[in-house]
């Protein structure tokens, strides 16, 4: 079996991330407003809509940059339901595993670091943040940092060169190895990751993130500035994640060929208000999605769903 990789599991298509009537304002300005949608587990979902809809603030509030104004953002684990969201909430708790192996993250009160570490939710950037001067292949294993550290005893056991630390050593290695092998660049693991051309860069990212293991990949534009092959290459990848892997993908996207390619649900996003939520195909033929991004008033909307019913076959 390959390295993580594992079958679908039999909860695939549960829900795995329950944003829950988030709003977010800043002094007189409401980014997102009363937001509500779901993330399943083995699926990626696409965050889409116009400059300025407020995507970006969603993940900055997913993933512990900025802590919601209101609402509630569950990550959930196991077989954990609407009882054992419930009672976390109600206990104060920031979140909580249960002995099944279950488990409630709730996102808008746990800090950045802590999202990342305990809730296991990964996050790329629109502007590259690789380590430019660092190899291909030690950007993978210094993503790895935590578990190696754990693995030392917080540098006592690496010093002696424990066995438990070499053991986590070579798994970091071969962890690296097995990405630079999914994303094409095993020959370019010695090369500095700032030598690479820009879309490996891009794929270098996110096999850099999932170097931690995460249940949930946030991606904010993985493909911004690719060229059609680049594209193709990151579809790819990005295909491969949730199938061979325990880990469902959001992401923010303004290329909408790439968005109705891999994506298996999408939410548009219209000045922090959801305007639709459902398949590609239900996405791509919505009246008030055409019209968002046509920039048709909302008075509008009407006479665009009157001419596309008059081309549709």
Not at 91 to 109: A, C, K, Q, T
Request: charge should be negative; hydrophobic fraction near 40%.
């Amino acid at each position: 079996m390959s390295m993580d990789a594992q079958s679908s599991p039999p909860h695939a298509h549960r829900p795995l991330l329950k944003v829950e009537h988030i709003s977010m304002r800043f002094g007189g300005l409401i980014a997102i407003n009363n937001l509500s949608f779901e993330a399943r587990e083995g699926e990626i979902t696409a965050l889409i809509g116009p400059n300025g809809a407020g995507k970006t603030t969603v993940f900055n509030c997913i993933t512990g940059f900025y802590k919601p104004t209101s609402g509630r953002m569950v990550l959930l684990g196991g077989q954990a339901g609407p009882e054992a969201v419930d009672h976390a909430t109600a206990s104060g708790e920031r979140f909580h595993r249960y002995p099944d192996g279950s488990s409630v993250f709730l996102l808008e009160r746990m800090p950045d670091f802590q999202i990342a570490a305990e809730a296991k939710v990964a996050r790329t950037f629109q502007n590259i943040r690789l380590f430019s001067g660092m190899t291909t292949l030690e950007n993978l294993i210094v993503a790895q940092h935590n578990a190696l550290m754990d693995a030392s005893g917080w540098t006592v056991r690496g010093l002696i060169g424990a066995r438990s630390y070499r053991d986590a050593e070579r798994a970091a290695v071969e962890k690296a190895e097995y990405w630079l092998d999914k994303i094409g660049l095993t020959d370019r693991a010695d090369d500095p990751a700032g030598d690479l051309p820009y879309g490996a860069q891009r794929r270098l990212e996110i096999a850099r993130a999932m170097c931690t293991g995460p249940r949930l990949l946030c991606l904010d534009e993985p493909a911004a500035g690719l060229n059609p092959r680049e594209s193709a290459d990151l579809n790819t990848l990005l295909r491969l994640i949730p199938r061979e892997h325990a880990t469902s993908i959001l992401l923010i996207e303004h290329d909408m060929s790439v968005v109705m390619e891999i994506s298996d649900h999408v939410v548009v996003l219209e000045y922090g208000v959801k305007i639709s939520d459902g398949t590609p195909d239900q996405v791509r033929t919505d009246p008030k999605v055409i019209a968002a991004y046509l920039g048709v008033e909302d008075e509008e909307v009407e006479a665009v769903e009157s001419a596309l019913a008059g081309v549709r076959p």
